[in-house]
């Protein structure tokens, strides 16, 4: 629900970035529930596995994602137990769309993928620069450690971290210049290109669900949780205003130099900021 | 290339990886218009492309010859959608030079100014068509708004927004309305404060940069060999122009350069339509400045028996595109005999689908065909 008001509110923004009015808040809703209450196509029954698996490989990740310090069960959000989930949500997409036979759909794949390579590694940097410092790779206890009010955060402690992070997170959301595997003008939509009614609803609602779970990871890595659950999602909503204004500025890189960028830029960020830490 | 292309798909082949169709058009977010291209892919690459045309085929030639020719007015702008005066133009200068007319000074700047406002409304789009491509919507949404103020002027002057059906023969439909002239002034005055915004989001972006570098790279012999008019020859470093080359209208009474670039590929295509922009708003407003008093156009009687004397002519205009050329041939009847059209997409569509895909990308295909301003009627008429 959260996620599918975000992708709603970030439309207005990015309509008054393009001086337009922009669909109302709610318009996503409104598709979702009109995809789901459709008939839909489908090329074969991997599709349907395919689109179950990854809205449930997403969702599997995003309860162990902590909100304001709370979740569903005690896993303390255990960050390598999410990215390896999230992945399940990803090849889930993959395997579906790529029953569907259209080849615009593996296309967007394979960039997909190859763009998933590119930001894992900066990632995988910040997390082990964080687990190095808090001793911990639970989530909670990152954001626990921030504690303390807004000098405590790391987004002021490590910023170089925060701006490699920033795009690394730019790349997941698969917002510009990372949007290459969906890149209309190029590969018609990519894995969504053959996906309508039910399947469409589902994959909107997986596009839902991983903003929600990347946001919420950045507000526990970056701006210390939350003290509650609406001060946590109003944090969550800033990283995903900052996305999509830099998405509405931004044209699309080619797959290979954006992988470039990615391993180049936050790459070299996040080393610097962990000998700046590690040598002080 | 093409040779080199059709042995990798053997390659390929012989290797075991597939080789298989993409339909980039007419039903892909890329394309813009009724029309395709076919490519063969293997993996990202194209390997072959064929047209995929016909789709919006009307038969405009010979549609022309069975009706009036006040008539045709109405039907040859649809022949390019995006920027239509030019052929109106084109239309009436042949049946005008048939004729032997010289129509009103007034009615040749009115011209003047109808065809490059035109200009502008198809290079806006242009210009943000390559915002498009590369996922920059925020480009593409800025310039249609723009473009937005003029198809108000057009629609107060000639009342259509998009075909304006206001050329004639013997010069052009009504007068300006009063107080347009001072507004078109004032929305000269908005494009130049405009350019900066377009630049800052456009035109100095480094992605933009990297993206059209080298796409789609004509030198000035094969653009000279193939045909290739307008903005696509002037790319390649020509410095030809239809309007400096051959002036109709009042261009033999306005000072204008002709912007050219060096490298022929997509950057110094899109670089050229920016240059070009700056150029129309500087011919606009020396054309409003020298705007002469009199009649618009010459009376020719009752449209339904306007007849054109026996005789043949052929009169080109300088389109944001490149040339528009109307070859028409009367018997001295109430419609003509024939009209034939030369557009400036056939070649750079057809000639440069073979030259240039084959080893692109399917990431360059939009932006290619964007660069060279390929309109989808003009191809198909």
Request: aromatic share 10%.
């Given at each position: 629900m959260v996620g599918l008001l975000f992708i709603g509110l970030g439309r207005i923004i990015t309509a008054r970035v393009q001086r337009r009015i922009g669909p109302p808040f709610y318009q996503q809703f409104i598709d979702v529930i009109k995809l789901l209450a459709r008939e839909s196509i489908w090329h074969h029954w991997i599709m349907t596995l395919g689109s179950i698996m990854a809205l449930g490989g997403l969702i599997a990740t995003m309860v162990h994602v902590p909100v304001a310090g709370w979740l569903p069960y005690d896993s303390g959000g255990p960050i390598f137990l999410i990215l390896y989930l999230a992945t399940i949500g990803y090849l889930g997409m993959a395997m579906g769309v790529s029953a569907s036979g259209n080849p615009n759909a593996p296309l967007g794949i394979g960039r997909a993928l190859s763009l998933m390579l590119g930001y894992e590694i900066p990632f995988a940097a910040i997390l082990i620069l964080f687990i190095s410092l808090t001793g911990s790779s639970s989530l909670t206890e990152i954001a626990a450690m921030q504690t303390g009010g807004f000098l405590s955060w790391n987004i002021v402690k490590f910023p170089l971290a925060f701006i490699a992070a920033e795009i690394t997170v730019q790349a997941m959301m698969a917002e510009k210049p990372f949007d290459q595997m969906i890149a209309p003008s190029e590969i018609a939509s990519g894995p969504l290109v053959e996906l309508g009614g039910k399947f469409l609803g589902l994959g909107m609602i997986q596009m839902a669900v991983a903003i929600y779970f990347e946001t919420a990871i950045m507000v526990n890595l970056f701006f210390g949780g939350g003290a509650n659950i609406f001060t946590f999602t109003l944090k969550q909503f800033g990283v995903y205003t900052i996305a999509i204004l830099i998405n509405s500025v931004m044209p699309r890189y080619k797959i290979e130099n954006a992988v470039r960028y990615i391993w180049t830029v936050p790459l070299a960020l996040i080393i610097i900021q962990m000998l700046i830490v590690f040598l002080r | 290339m093409i040779d080199l292309f059709t042995d990798i798909t053997e390659i390929a082949n012989k290797d075991g990886n597939k080789v298989?169709?993409?339909?980039?058009?007419?039903?892909?977010?890329?394309?813009?218009?009724?029309?395709?291209?076919?490519?063969?892919?293997?993996?990202?690459?194209?390997?072959?492309?064929?047209?995929?045309?016909?789709?919006?085929?009307?038969?405009?030639?010979?549609?022309?010859?069975?009706?009036?020719?006040?008539?045709?007015?109405?039907?040859?702008?649809?022949?390019?959608?995006?920027?239509?005066?030019?052929?109106?133009?084109?239309?009436?200068?042949?049946?005008?030079?048939?004729?032997?007319?010289?129509?009103?000074?007034?009615?040749?700047?009115?011209?003047?100014?109808?065809?490059?406002?035109?200009?502008?409304?198809?290079?806006?789009?242009?210009?943000?068509?390559?915002?498009?491509?590369?996922?920059?919507?925020?480009?593409?949404?800025?310039?249609?708004?723009?473009?937005?103020?003029?198809?108000?002027?057009?629609?107060?002057?000639?009342?259509?927004?998009?075909?304006?059906?206001?050329?004639?023969?013997?010069?052009?439909?009504?007068?300006?309305?009063?107080?347009?002239?001072?507004?078109?002034?004032?929305?000269?005055?908005?494009?130049?404060?405009?350019?900066?915004?377009?630049?800052?989001?456009?035109?100095?972006?480094?992605?933009?940069?990297?993206?059209?570098?080298?796409?789609?790279?004509?030198?000035?012999?094969?653009?000279?060999?193939?045909?290739?008019?307008?903005?696509?020859?002037?790319?390649?470093?020509?410095?030809?122009?239809?309007?400096?080359?051959?002036?109709?209208?009042?261009?033999?009474?306005?000072?204008?350069?002709?912007?050219?670039?060096?490298?022929?590929?997509?950057?110094?295509?899109?670089?050229?339509?920016?240059?070009?922009?700056?150029?129309?708003?500087?011919?606009?407003?020396?054309?409003?400045?020298?705007?002469?008093?009199?009649?618009?156009?010459?009376?020719?009687?009752?449209?339904?028996?306007?007849?054109?004397?026996?005789?043949?002519?052929?009169?080109?205009?300088?389109?944001?595109?490149?040339?528009?050329?109307?070859?028409?041939?009367?018997?001295?009847?109430?419609?003509?005999?024939?009209?034939?059209?030369?557009?400036?997409?056939?070649?750079?569509?057809?000639?440069?689908?073979?030259?240039?895909?084959?080893?692109?990308?399917?990431?360059?295909?939009?932006?290619?065909?964007?660069?060279?301003?390929?309109?989808?009627?003009?191809?198909?008429?």
């Amino acid at each position: 629900m959260v996620g599918l008001l975000f992708i709603g509110l970030g439309r207005i923004i990015t309509a008054r970035v393009q001086r337009r009015i922009g669909p109302p808040f709610y318009q996503q809703f409104i598709d979702v529930i009109k995809l789901l209450a459709r008939e839909s196509i489908w090329h074969h029954w991997i599709m349907t596995l395919g689109s179950i698996m990854a809205l449930g490989g997403l969702i599997a990740t995003m309860v162990h994602v902590p909100v304001a310090g709370w979740l569903p069960y005690d896993s303390g959000g255990p960050i390598f137990l999410i990215l390896y989930l999230a992945t399940i949500g990803y090849l889930g997409m993959a395997m579906g769309v790529s029953a569907s036979g259209n080849p615009n759909a593996p296309l967007g794949i394979g960039r997909a993928l190859s763009l998933m390579l590119g930001y894992e590694i900066p990632f995988a940097a910040i997390l082990i620069l964080f687990i190095s410092l808090t001793g911990s790779s639970s989530l909670t206890e990152i954001a626990a450690m921030q504690t303390g009010g807004f000098l405590s955060w790391n987004i002021v402690k490590f910023p170089l971290a925060f701006i490699a992070a920033e795009i690394t997170v730019q790349a997941m959301m698969a917002e510009k210049p990372f949007d290459q595997m969906i890149a209309p003008s190029e590969i018609a939509s990519g894995p969504l290109v053959e996906l309508g009614g039910k399947f469409l609803g589902l994959g909107m609602i997986q596009m839902a669900v991983a903003i929600y779970f990347e946001t919420a990871i950045m507000v526990n890595l970056f701006f210390g949780g939350g003290a509650n659950i609406f001060t946590f999602t109003l944090k969550q909503f800033g990283v995903y205003t900052i996305a999509i204004l830099i998405n509405s500025v931004m044209p699309r890189y080619k797959i290979e130099n954006a992988v470039r960028y990615i391993w180049t830029v936050p790459l070299a960020l996040i080393i610097i900021q962990m000998l700046i830490v590690f040598l002080r | 290339m093409i040779d080199l292309f059709t042995d990798i798909t053997e390659i390929a082949n012989k290797d075991g990886n597939k080789v298989y169709d993409i339909f980039f058009g007419p039903n892909h977010p890329g394309m813009h218009g009724n029309f395709g291209y076919v490519v063969d892919m293997i993996g990202h690459s194209i390997a072959k492309a064929r047209v995929n045309a016909g789709l919006l085929h009307r038969g405009f030639e010979k549609i022309m010859e069975t009706n009036l020719w006040h008539q045709n007015l109405s039907l040859i702008p649809r022949i390019c959608v995006v920027d239509p005066d030019p052929n109106e133009a084109a239309y009436c200068g042949a049946i005008e030079k048939i004729m032997g007319l010289e129509i009103p000074e007034r009615a040749k700047f009115i011209r003047t100014i109808t065809l490059e406002m035109s200009r502008m409304t198809s290079h806006l789009m242009g210009m943000g068509s390559v915002g498009g491509a590369t996922g920059l919507y925020t480009v593409m949404y800025l310039m249609l708004a723009d473009r937005d103020r003029l198809l108000d002027m057009f629609e107060w002057l000639t009342g259509g927004r998009i075909y304006h059906i206001y050329n004639i023969p013997g010069g052009v439909r009504r007068d300006l309305p009063k107080g347009w002239r001072d507004k078109l002034y004032g929305l000269m005055d908005f494009f130049e404060s405009k350019l900066k915004e377009y630049d800052e989001i456009l035109y100095r972006h480094p992605i933009i940069h990297k993206r059209l570098k080298g796409v789609g790279v004509i030198t000035a012999d094969q653009a000279k060999k193939w045909g290739i008019t307008g903005p696509n020859l002037r790319a390649t470093g020509v410095k030809f122009d239809t309007r400096k080359a051959y002036p109709y209208a009042a261009y033999d009474q306005l000072e204008f350069d002709i912007p050219t670039e060096k490298e022929g590929d997509a950057l110094a295509r899109a670089n050229l339509v920016r240059a070009e922009f700056e150029v129309t708003i500087s011919i606009i407003r020396q054309a409003l400045d020298k705007l002469p008093e009199g009649d618009v156009n010459i009376k020719l009687g009752n449209p339904l028996k306007f007849k054109v004397p026996e005789g043949e002519a052929y009169a080109k205009v300088e389109s944001s595109k490149g040339e528009y050329g109307y070859y028409i041939v009367s018997t001295g009847g109430i419609k003509p005999y024939r009209v034939s059209v030369r557009g400036p997409s056939l070649p750079a569509g057809l000639f440069l689908c073979h030259k240039h895909l084959p080893g692109m990308r399917i990431d360059d295909v939009a932006l290619w065909m964007n660069t060279l301003q390929i309109c989808a009627p003009d191809f198909d008429r």
